[in-house]
């Protein structure tokens, strides 16, 4: 029963440095997005999908890029790091949106950006 | 843009006691979920509601719509330890996904 699977679940990168977050669902979801998660800031949406070949923008997309090439998968991709996107980052999926299903997260991704 | 604010922020309470947490909006959901999230991990589902005044009991927690569907409350009758955590409450209706408010901090001592 995996859900929703996230790794890495800790990374460190340098201002500049690129690197993809991965996650995958094992429950047929058309639906994926990616939040962070910041102290006193909430969740906040940075990409989201409605299936495959699909990709939008949520609140807070600059620095972030996506693709889902198959239903399973959603990576998140850093191009260019800097201390701001420092965050705890996590993946979600949901049969549907509109908020009428779960959403089911992943354990997330503590990023450290020096 | 939909802004959801929870109250309290922080709330500290003893074993036993009964407390409210509050979610409000200017704007109207056509859902509003509660989860709850601890350390270390993703947030967990507890209830979704859909219908103005809806009422939703899962065990000692009580959830309620408000009539305007623009906000909502959880209520937690004889605290456990166990209810430590973070509680978020999400607004549904987008078609980009949930609107989450900042969460409150719930600490149960014994």
């Known amino acids: 029963n995996a859900g929703v699977t996230q790794t890495p679940k800790f990374q460190v990168l340098k201002t500049g440095q690129s690197m993809t977050l991965q996650c995958a669902q094992d429950m047929n979801h058309e639906y994926m997005s990616w939040y962070r998660q910041d102290p006193g800031m909430g969740l906040r949406l940075i990409h989201y999908?409605?299936?495959?070949?699909?990709?939008d923008q949520g609140e807070v997309p600059n620095g972030y890029n996506v693709s889902r090439s198959t239903t399973e998968d959603f990576p998140l991709r850093l191009l260019s790091a800097a201390p701001s996107q420092t965050s705890v980052y996590f993946c979600?999926?949901?049969?549907?949106?509109?908020?009428?299903?779960?959403?089911?997260f992943g354990n997330g991704t503590r990023l450290t950006v020096t | 843009t939909q802004l959801l604010e929870q109250s309290p922020q922080f709330l500290s309470i003893q074993e036993g006691e009964n407390l409210t947490v509050y979610c409000n909006s200017s704007?109207?959901?056509?859902?509003l979920q509660w989860y709850r999230q601890e350390p270390g991990e993703g947030p967990v589902l507890l209830v979704t509601v859909v219908t103005g005044g809806e009422v939703k009991k899962l065990k000692r927690l009580t959830f309620q719509f408000g009539d305007a569907r623009k906000d909502s409350s959880l209520h937690i009758t004889a605290a456990q330890t166990g209810d430590t955590g973070l509680y978020l409450c999400?607004?549904?209706?987008?078609?980009?996904?949930?609107?989450f408010g900042k969460g409150t901090h719930l600490i149960i001592q014994p």
């Open positions: 999908s409605v299936g495959a070949g699909i990709t």
């Open positions: 999400a607004g549904g209706g987008g078609a980009d996904g949930l609107t």
């Open positions: 979600a999926s949901s049969k549907m949106t509109g908020g009428y299903s779960p959403l089911h």
């Open positions: 704007s109207v959901f056509s859902s």
